[in-house]
Every structure is written in structure tokens, then in C-alpha cells.
Nanobody, 124 residues
Framework: VQLQASGGGLVQPGDSLRLSCAAS???????MGWFRQTPGKARKFVAS????????TYGESVKGRFTVSRDDVKNTVNLQMNSLKFDDEGIYYC???????????????????WGQGTQVTVSS
């Protein structure tokens, strides 16, 4: 499956932004996730949503501010980001995981397909 993230941009602290990830095929069999990467650092887990869409996990720094959702009819995954902070800046990647035995997963190594990323810049 090919993934394409979009929706990034330049925002101010406290603003909201909604990222979308469009898949070229069906995503219903995948755990879907979002990760953030900044220069020189490893990809950091942001959010993961279960195959049935009923469960989600979040990185500690985004809990209560970000919400991940999925639409398996449209084959899209969204990340609603509220109350953005400087530390939220980075390139955001969506990913799909075939990991069995997991409901959600935060490990980048569990993900099999990655999108190209979309840049989020937080600046005052």
C-alpha cells in the first residue's frame, strides 16, 4: 500500500492543524500510525490506531491534544492536532503495520509501509 501524507504547514503556538494520510489501497487490515521526525533524530511515535478504529495510543507529549482517526471507506487516516507547541515541529509520517498480535503499536520497526511525510512548522 502506498501512503501520502498532507496537511502540514506553518502555524503559531496554540493553533490547530489536521493532517491526512491517503492510501492507494485498502487500509482495513493495517494498524495505522503517525510519527514525527526532526533533523538528526530518530522518528518519534505520535499516535497509533487499531484496525477496528476503536483503540488508539498516543505519545506522552501529545496526549490530550492530538486525536487520530481512520476512515476505511475512504482509506484515509487523520491526525487532528490541537494546542500546537514548538516541540511538535517536524516532518510527520503516516505508516501502516501488518503486526499481528498487537492492537496498536508505537514501534517504528513494526510498520511496513511509510508515506513521504509532511512538514509542520510551529513559529511565533
Amino acid at each position: 500500500v502506498q501512503l501520502q501524507a498532507s496537511g502540514g504547514g506553518l502555524v503559531q503556538p496554540g493553533d490547530s492543524l489536521r493532517l491526512s494520510c491517503a492510501a492507494s489501497g485498502r487500509i482495513s487490515t493495517y494498524i495505522m500510525g503517525w510519527f514525527r521526525q526532526t533533523p538528526g533524530k530518530a522518528r518519534k511515535f505520535v499516535a497509533s490506531i487499531s484496525r477496528d478504529g476503536l483503540g488508539a495510543t498516543y505519545g506522552e507529549s501529545v496526549k490530550g491534544r492530538f486525536t487520530v482517526s481512520r476512515d476505511d471507506v475512504k482509506n484515509t487516516v487523520n491526525l487532528q492536532m490541537n494546542s500546537l507547541k514548538f516541540d511538535d515541529e517536524g516532518i510527520y509520517y503516516c505508516a501502516a503495520s501488518n503486526e499481528r498480535g498487537a492492537y496498536t503499536t508505537a514501534a517504528p520497526s513494526d510498520y511496513d509501509y511509510w508515506g513521504q511525510g509532511t512538514q509542520v512548522t510551529v513559529s511565533s
